[in-house]
């Protein structure tokens, strides 16, 4: 008989898309209550969302720091035991680490941290506190994703030799070309979007898609970035070659300016057996690949699947679920290990993800700036 | 601000998929807050069940009976505002009565009714309740089978002039092919599952998909069903030609033996100047063809799509939204309905649907028995 | 050592798209060379276009009959083997039987004759003669076709339950809208395009394809035309519903109206334990559905297929070959044929297919104006 | 009034698969017609190939030099005209130079010759011969790759911002992984094979594409390959880095190792405006991609196309033509060239194309044994 985990949640007001992600997700397999927060800066604004999305008031506060101290005075019982962190990316840090500092567990959006620096300095909060820690790398969630993992870690690819994985969007298109536009957007402001943007933000994704599927983890990498005028001092596109051991290779291809594409994440991986591909924005297939058997189509909800896919479909095959159901599986793992339930390595992202995802950027950015060389990710 | 509609739940406790379906779709849009319900006949796994989902037991009731009787009791700004019926078929009618006669609004599964009779018995109590009532024909929740609707609202084919329509699944292949089970299984028991098993359950969406998009309805229709075995007195296929208007046809292809298909629905709807074309499994592509443009692909959240399309996407384009979103789409719509919002005529699904749908399905059993005839649906 | 086969063609000159196409079918495995014929009913062009193809002139006649005439004077070492018939459709029984009866051997387009009767006459013919005789189902050259067949033929899919064909063009709807037109295009006129349009012209493939991939007939149908317009007298869609045994139904669905359609060719043949799908369009993959195992999709040139597949495949596997190839191997059956060569019955379409392709055509119309009847196939 | 080009053809005898592609793709459109060669070193094979394609055996010689020295004797209205070489990669350059010094015509296969020094060599000879010279990179001739060409061309994407390359093979897999295999094949023989396996046989297909289709020269490049074991000297997989102008990148993939991968040649161009995708192993399809208009899929055959694109097309839309069809378009080019008729920049492959190639493989390898870095090609 499970009681609700009792969330509290940062950020996601007003329109926000993460916000109604994170919300949707939460409530999918009746897990958590969703019981206080700080939607937004704004106090008023704060409390009409509050009201619109029927929040009960007396428990959204007028900042962060508010929060964590009235909620430190109310009994265990009654306290929020989870938050989820929606907000702007350079928040992400002090909350998490006083959110863990104090006790609390944590769901965090990515980027985890704005540096590599700052992810270890929580990785060091994490140990000691000891709570649960997942960052939402959304499409580790899906079912057909999982499954890879799971026939991967059982050897069906033998030996993986080969990866190639992807994240091109179009978006920066409609800005870029514009100077006062691309002069004056956040996004493309290194002061306030971090020091990577079309790596940061998406090039990471596939990069922790290439970990979470194949077990294996980047040992260096050389990139080059396309920053399309001379005056923009953000990538907007990069390629990365990648080695995972010997002779073990890989290339990871971000792009924000892949004019016409909308979500296009994808990986494939070879091994000296078969191969998979997988697809996020047709996310119900995985394709895989034999040099001489019949192409095979994998889809959720079959019997065939492993036990960790499974668990992540909610209807019988045919029914397309999508990314809010991925989302949920992720806070479903969440809500197992919150609960001291057994839960699989796989059911949601961690703290060394995050870890690694700044690793990663960090690297690209110091190959890039170096003239294209090679950099060793520890 | 909107305050939550007060949702009551009749049937979909345990593992039931109708059950997730219609909880997830209730939560997704913040508009619905389950209060209390009937989920299972026996009252101790009812209470259980709510327990497990976290909904306050004290308005778990232990009969539909009783939960009438105990409701109206309550002042109406506390009473269960509108009841999802997700109880097996024969009750769909007796509860919706019930509930419409007493001033609730209702969501009810599909099929509305065993009978066409029950169904006018049905939209007359409607008439005079004026509550709202909704037929859950989730696939019209679609965000891109609502565009199909509105473009063809606006002419964008011409003169519609063929449809050809399909729902193919094959899961009896996996019962009926024995003779053991084909004679004992209650879906393929008239006695149980009423007058049609694959048209009843299956072809009656399809049916409603060439309406829904069109705006046009079924005038006659012939139809041939296969029963694959002399034993087996329910059909499990079945093709019924379809008339529309003066030269304006159609074909309704609907299987339960069409093996290896998952939840095949699809539609493609021909006009004088342009084709739609949609499959469920993919929902969401919508192929616009034409004989002298290249073939477009429409997908959702683009700024070319119609309002009620838009209204149905919570993500911007290449986020791939499932069943479940459909679902809530209709909710959605519902929800604004019950708070005497403006609303569009293709948000949900109506009485009339429902009353159409029978009409179809007892129709398709009357030409099949009367050797494949022609049988008018006035 | 293949002395190439003496191959005449009759009609198909100028810019005939069928004319190159089996032009170009015959010279694809080394096999024919065209020395003569009648390209063309005008003499003058007739040799222009000889000339123009670069075939020696002094065996381009000046008509059909003179064709016959002068080459049997020659020693049946020179003589013309086989003719390609390549004319209007009511010239193919005429040509054919008088060629049959001089000891030709021949390819025949598409339909074999105007009737029934005159199919019949000429299977008896073609009896007496003992020649080759082909009728050009261009569809079941294609490799995987072939697959299709001979898994079916070893049992792949288990009792075969029931077929959907497919056959949908749009090119009519540039013609057919416009009153003036559509009464003066010889197409739509049945004094000279025969009785049918849409069921003679294409109609047929789909029914040829459903008896050559699953060695299954038809054994009575009913059909549903539709002429759009009230003046016109020739079928340009319609939906036949079929039977081919106890309990083994199908339909076949042909349009010349459905908007966009190019060439949309599509069978699937569900049986009990799998079912194939193929498309013409894509011509190169035969998908493999199961209820239980993952879809496959089967690509040609692999070694898990059949002898009669590869045998139609030139290249390795990622190579696509066309609609050209796939004539091609029909031509290739054919010429192992004339020359006395071990072939199996799958490489061409026989004398057979064309009187069942007659019957099939003749029998549509005569369920139509019947009020929709169900009709025997003898 | 055409009469029929004089070919001769060098090497492709026996099963060869390059052997049956130029055949068929000499005869696909009336163009040539096949008078001598020498198909085979061995003369008797020579002879008897001859003999099973019926070819005259009085044009059939002992060697090349003999067909020289043999055809010269000819007065030139009976000579060969033009010289397909299919031999050997290490016999491209001595025929092709002594074809050019004799005033003949030649179509050479890939690789032009085994270096740069070499290509550029055989560019002089070119140069003073006047004769026509096509190099067969086949996929050029598809008439979906000539629409995205002349669409390029003629502003549709505006500035090409960003190119990304794939040619993916998997069937070295199947030799790779034993040690005794693949220290064996001459394929894996730098002294047989060249410098490169995998850039060499198919990447510079890649490179190639993205020169014809986007009018763009490749100006530096930076490269990867992985040789999967120690003891193997040959690249069998590499990424590459490329530079097209300022702040326009690009990369080309490569692999023999991919595996399950067949034939996996794709390109996408992005440009400010829009984008073009195509994928030989559906070569009928090219997908044009914008960031505010629905997705489009232009096909062969349609009125929307360009001349060069029609061009290739033979038969009306929906009838899928392949790589023969390809290969007989990139001959068809070459017979108007010879015939002194006005032909497209962009109808077959020149010797500029052989040159480019060459030095984009020596400049992978350059790359890759320098340590990754940049290479410029002048």
């Known amino acids: 008989m499970a009681k609700k985990i009792r969330l509290g949640i940062l950020g996601g ?3 926000s898309l993460i916000g109604i992600l994170h919300r949707v997700a939460s409530q999918i397999n009746d897990n958590y ?4 927060g700080v939607f937004n800066a704004n106090f008023e604004e704060n409390i009409a969302f509050a009201k619109q999305i029927d929040v009960p008031t007396n428990r959204i506060y007028k900042d962060f720091d508010t929060l964590i101290e009235e909620e430190m005075k109310l009994p265990e019982s009654e306290r929020i035991q989870v938050c989820s962190i929606l907000t702007p990316n350079f928040l992400h840090f002090p909350m998490a680490k006083k959110l863990l500092d104090n006790g609390f567990h944590v769901i965090c959006e990515k980027p985890m941290t704005t540096s590599l620096e700052e992810a270890k300095i929580l990785q060091e909060a994490h140990k000691k506190a000891g709570t649960v820690f997942a960052l939402t790398h959304t ?3 899906y079912p057909m994703v999982r499954e890879m993992r799971e026939r991967i870690k059982a050897g069906e690819l033998g030996k993986v030799h080969k990866v190639d994985a992807q994240y091109y969007q179009g978006w920066i298109n409609t800005i870029i070309h514009d100077k006062a536009k691309r002069s004056s957007v956040w996004r493309l402001d290194p002061e306030k979007a971090g020091i990577s943007s079309c790596m940061g933000d998406i090039g990471v994704h596939a990069f922790n898609m290439i970990e979470y599927t194949t077990g294996l983890q980047v040992k260096s990498l050389l990139c080059d970035f396309n920053y399309l005028y001379e005056d923009n001092k953000m990538d907007v ?3 990365v070659l990648i080695r995972l051991g010997d002779h073990v290779k890989g290339v990871i291809r971000s792009s924000q300016v892949a004019t016409g594409e909308e979500n296009g994440l994808a990986i494939t991986i070879y091994g000296e057996k078969a191969a998979f591909k997988w697809e996020q924005e047709n996310p119900n297939y995985v394709y895989k690949l034999s040099d001489t058997e019949p192409l095979q189509v994998l889809k959720p909800g079959h019997a065939y699947n492993s ?15 999508g990314i809010f159901d991925s989302m949920a599986n992720i806070y479903k793992g969440v809500a197992k290990a919150i609960r001291g339930e057994n839960y699989n390595s796989g059911e949601f992202p ?4 995050g870890v690694r995802g ?13 003239g294209n060389t090679w950099v060793k990710m520890e």
Chains 1, 2, 3, 4 share one sequence.
């Open 350 to 353: 961690t703290m060394l993800d």
């Open 307 to 321: 036990k960790l896919s499974l668990d992540g479909t909610k209807l019988p095959p045919g029914h397309p679920e």
């Open 13 to 15: 007001g007003g329109d």
């Open 139 to 141: 499409y580790t969630g």
């Open 237 to 239: 596109d990069g390629t």
């Open 33 to 36: 209550e969703i019981v206080g």
């Open 358 to 370: 700044m690793n990663f950027i960090e690297s690209t950015v110091a190959s890039h700036k170096n």
